[in-house]
């Protein structure tokens, strides 16, 4: 579980795909600190188990279905990529909760920069766009923003100049392919909605039975 609130941008060195599954390896900093092999890391939102930490250097595999759903397989040794360390329990969730299981992909269809802020304009499937609502929580490359407007075929979101700075979002151009996960909240909500069976109590049992 992830938060959504990327802790560095770290750069591609290697990238293995003679081997299934395919190592990436990410030269890091902050993230780091007490990460091991076993734990779990957010790579552009997508979540991944680390196989070997060295001093400046980590190392994550990743499947064929994951290279398949997200933008992973499509990374180059030199890119720079969004990094967040799992979710520590009792710390601080200052995004939303994110899973790291990515719903697909999106294309940014277009940039708007104002005063202070950046307007990312994001086509998706259908699929994707039926679990965003109007102000609620997306992770685009695992960064957690809030959707701005919601449109036939796409959607927006703001990024304020820090987070620009601070992940690869500042860097994004138009037709560029990046992670979405959708709110997991909203997932089980529609989940449940979905289940709910509808009611025998109609109009015509009313009058049946006298009360109309």
Not at 169 to 181: F, M
Request: glycine share 12%.
């Amino acid at each position: 579980m992830f938060t959504g609130i990327i802790k560095e941008p770290g750069i591609i060195e290697k990238v293995d795909r003679s081997r299934e599954p395919a190592v990436f390896t990410f030269k890091a900093d902050k993230i780091l600190k007490g990460l091991k092999k076993g734990d779990s890391v957010s790579v552009n939102g997508a979540c991944l188990t680390v196989i070997g930490a060295g001093k400046d250097n980590f190392s994550v595999e990743a499947i064929r279905e994951t290279l398949k759903k997200t933008c992973l397989g499509d990374l180059r040794e030199g890119e720079k990529v969004n990094l967040e360390g799992a979710l520590v329990s009792g710390g601080k969730v200052s995004g939303h909760f994110v899973t790291g299981h990515v719903d697909g992909t999106g294309i940014i269809k277009s940039i708007k920069e104002g005063r202070g802020e950046i307007l990312l304009e994001i086509k998706a499937a259908e699929e994707i766009l039926d679990g965003i609502v109007l102000k609620g929580s997306v992770a685009v490359d695992g960064v957690s923003l809030t959707v701005a407007a919601l449109d036939d075929g796409s959607f927006s979101v703001y990024v304020i100049p820090h987070t620009a700075r601070a992940t690869t979002l500042g860097s994004r151009k138009v037709g560029d392919k990046v992670n979405l996960e959708t709110d997991i909240l909203g997932k089980y909500a529609a989940k449940y909605g979905a289940r709910s069976k509808p009611s025998n109590i109609t109009k015509e049992f009313l009058r049946e039975k006298g009360f109309i």
